[in-house]
């Protein structure tokens, strides 16, 4: 069974760099074609795609958050830590992790998703 | 950047009605689009990869087809447990979502 669960605070305050942690089961991050990922909702809007890490270590960022963003793994770990610098109240957001699978040359996509974790920025 | 239309943004159906959403890409992405179910207050699910493959215990009523740039996802009877809000998201360079359709009982 595949489970993953992220973690990390509730409440940041502008300025400050949040630190969000994966934790994840039932599957390896050195197995090829497989990555794991970081999706945010703010409060009743949709998905937004952040960022991925793949088995071997290769990272993709969203262009338009590419400056804040830092995405590393610990396969001993089973984890994946999504660090955001700066954060504004606009990144009020649900951040979900996801498990990410490049099936084939035409086939992607996020199979397992955790159950997400409510980040506010206020001060 | 490949960007998306999904349309409409809300729909509201009958139970038994057929229901239908669909994504719209500005280039190409021949079959690289996964259609995703979410519930209030729960986290997204993944229905449909490669645009018209069925992923493992999703109902049959659901289904996806298209390619290149037009792409439809369908629910052949509406259901009282398909409420939910659907996205579509591509992948070329980077996944992209689409804004979502919010899906309402009649």
């Known amino acids: 069974q595949i489970t993953l669960n992220e973690s990390g605070p509730t409440l940041v305050k502008p300025t400050q760099t949040v630190t969000l942690t994966c934790t994840f089961s039932?599957?390896?991050?050195?197995?090829?074609?497989?990555?794991v990922g970081w999706i945010r909702q703010p409060p009743g809007k949709a998905l937004e795609w952040l960022t991925l890490?793949?088995?071997?270590?290769?990272?993709r960022y969203s262009p338009s958050l590419e400056s804040r963003l830092a995405i590393t793994k610990d396969t001993s770990k089973n984890q994946v830590v999504l660090t955001m610098s700066n954060m504004d109240p606009v990144d009020t957001a649900t951040y979900y992790c996801?498990?990410?699978?490049?099936?084939?040359?035409?086939?992607?996509?996020?199979?397992?998703w955790g159950q997400g974790s409510l980040v506010t920025v206020s001060s | 950047d490949i960007q998306m239309t999904q349309s409409p943004s809300s729909l509201s159906a009958s139970v038994g009605d057929r229901v239908t959403i669909t994504c719209q890409a500005n280039?190409?992405?021949?079959?690289?689009l996964n259609w995703y179910q979410q519930k209030p207050g729960k986290a997204p699910r993944l229905l449909i990869s490669?645009?018209?493959i069925l992923e493992t215990g999703v109902p049959s009523r659901f289904s996806g087809s298209g390619s290149g740039t037009d792409f439809t996802f369908s629910i052949s009877s509406l259901q009282p447990e398909d409420i939910a809000t659907y996205y579509c998201?591509?992948?070329?360079?980077?996944?992209?979502f689409g804004q979502g359709t919010r899906l309402e009982i009649k």
């Open positions: 996801t498990r990410y699978r490049i099936v084939s040359s035409s086939t992607e996509k996020f199979d397992h």
């Open positions: 039932g599957f390896s991050l050195n197995t090829h074609g497989v990555g």
């Open positions: 890490i793949f088995w071997d270590d290769h990272k």
């Open positions: 280039q190409d992405i021949s079959k690289s």
């Open positions: 490669g645009a018209s």
């Open positions: 998201q591509l992948y070329d360079n980077f996944p992209t």
